[in-house]
């Protein structure tokens, strides 16, 4: 064989290391040019996947090679051509088995007298696969030199890196714009939504909003379940200098432990099992706008650690890197719980607990938002007019009360599925077409409410219990009681009983303690 016959076979295979081709096709190319420079009946190249090689691309073998898992140590030919750096040629009568018995097309039986060679890829310096040659015919490998097959070699292992390379930079590619895309669907689901009411609690709570937006503060929201607190994030963050960047919402509680860290500040390559390729955090996404961390007490503290390090300068270090860099985010942060008390547990940083509530906002529930129930009803009510083919769907008078009376323990989003519920009872009863759909209290059922705590009117009787006591005794119990009724109304949430009772929320922790109310 000329060195010109050489050159010719290899020059479209490099010129393939450029194209904008499939891997398969890349691969099959390249098995292609390889049969036509080495006569052979059938030819593979199988990837080292832990103990055993899988075929990847093949010619002149049945289809179901590709379903198969040779093992090595079940393979001696296999485990011989990947123990030595070069080319090997099995003698003719080898009577080593042969992996390809009965695969190959046109032939029948056991290969017990063919030509066999072989080839180890190597890339980046570790064994990736091997090549493999055979031939029906025993002489047709016997004048080949064993250098071209390794000259050969060295361009698939190219090849091959090629194609891992272009493959891992799509996938990179697709995975940012699926994240992208999620984050543009999320975002519209958010625009569907308003802050809705005009109660004095909504009042103050719209310009708590108004006032902190024009910041860059860090502002962590509380309140129960259901009140909407990441309708309020969106709300600061359309309203800041930030709006036209992106608000990236997480919610802490939702995300895998183990997975948490890649999540928020991305991973890169080998970092762990599965990451296949370089992947950016959502702190990257939201770079130059605004990250809303709902539920953030659900954080592993390894985790708080390194968020504080972005609070406190903005760096982040993807898992796997030893490299930091910089983002320029807003954070504000949800919780349901009482993260001081998260804090005196242990389960919370105290640092952090500091650095994201330096603008905390309470939502207040909807059960202290007064006729504002009625407004969200007909909010929701619109909003499903379209979903049971209304021109109107309207709430009867007694039904009106009933919500107005009820405490919704699940706040704006039990009132929503409460009415979702009812409309659609209403709509079944109704006759077609739907021009007008009431909703009567046959068609409300409320969640069980919880006991409430039956009011106590105060009696001259009460001075009783501050008899044969000094002063000091008595205002110490009258202040326990105090607290601790507060702490029942508010669900033991210390920062409602603090603006309750008009005390400082650090004063009263220390005024608690003081009386035995908390360690």
């Not at 390794?150 to 493959?167: D, G, H, I, P």
């Not at 939201?286 to 809303?292: K, L, M, R």
């Not at 109107?392 to 405490?407: D, K, M």
Request: aromatic share 6%; hydrophobic share 40%.
């Amino acid at each position: 064989m000329s060195s010109s016959t050489l050159l010719n076979t290899l020059l479209p295979l490099i010129d393939d290391l450029a194209s904008d081709i499939s891997e398969q096709e890349r691969l099959q190319r390249l098995l292609l040019a390889i049969s036509a420079l080495l006569p052979c009946d059938s030819i593979a190249l199988l990837r080292l996947d832990g103990d055993a090689l899988v075929p990847i691309a093949a010619r002149g073998l049945s289809q179901d090679i590709y379903g198969r898992r040779f093992k090595i140590e079940d393979h001696p030919r296999l485990a011989s051509i990947l123990s030595r750096r070069e080319a090997t040629r099995f003698p003719a009568d080898c009577g080593l088995p042969d992996p390809y018995d009965g695969l190959i097309e046109g032939s029948s039986g056991n290969l017990d007298v063919h030509d066999c060679l072989g080839c180890p890829l190597y890339v980046m310096g570790k064994p990736w696969g091997v090549i493999t040659l055979d031939a029906l015919n025993p002489a047709i490998f016997g004048e080949v030199s064993l250098d071209y097959l390794e000259a050969v070699s060295k361009l698939a292992a190219a090849s091959v890196s090629a194609s891992r390379k272009l493959l891992e930079l799509s996938e990179s590619l697709e995975s940012e714009h699926k994240l992208v895309e999620s984050y543009k669907e999320a975002a519209l689901k958010r625009g569907q939504r308003e802050l809705i009411g005009s109660s004095p609690a909504a009042t103050r709570l719209h310009e708590e909003i108004k006032l902190v937006a024009s910041t860059d503060l860090s502002v962590l929201i509380s309140g129960e379940t259901g009140v909407g607190k990441e309708l309020v994030a969106s709300a600061i963050h359309a309203l800041s200098t930030r709006a036209r960047r992106n608000l990236i919402s997480i919610n802490c509680a939702a995300l895998p432990e183990n997975l948490v860290e890649s999540e928020l500040f991305g991973h890169v390559k080998g970092a762990f099992s599965g990451a296949l390729t370089d992947r950016k955090g959502r702190f990257d996404a939201a770079d130059g706008g605004t990250i809303f961390l709902d539920e953030i007490g659900e954080l592993p503290l390894s985790v708080q650690a390194k968020l504080l390090r972005v609070l406190q300068g903005g760096f982040i270090q993807r898992v796997g890197s030893d490299k930091e860099h910089r983002v320029d985010v807003r954070v504000i942060a949800a919780t349901n719980r009482n993260l001081f008390d998260e804090v005196l547990a242990g389960r919370f940083r105290a640092d952090l607990f500091h650095r994201i509530s330096v603008y905390p906002i309470l939502v207040p529930p909807l059960r202290e938002r007064g006729n504002d129930v009625l407004i969200l009803a007909g909010f929701f009510l619109e909003s499903m007019k379209p979903r049971i083919s209304a021109n109107t769907i309207r709430l009867s008078g007694e039904v009106q009360s009933a919500l107005l009376s009820y405490i919704w323990p699940g706040n704006v989003r039990e009132l929503e599925h409460t009415l979702e519920r009812a409309a659609l009872k209403a709509s079944a009863a109704a006759p077609v077409p739907r021009k007008i759909i009431t909703i009567d209290t046959q068609h409300i059922d409320f969640n069980p409410a919880p006991p409430q705590r039956p009011e106590r009117e105060s009696t001259g009787n009460d001075l009783l219990n501050y008899r044969d006591i000094s002063l000091k005794e008595a205002i110490d119990r009258f202040q326990r009681e105090l607290i601790s009724r507060s702490l029942e109304e508010h669900g033991n949430n210390w920062t409602s009983v603090a603006r309750a009772i008009g005390v400082d929320r650090a004063n009263l922790s220390r005024l608690a303690k003081r009386l035995g109310l908390r360690a």
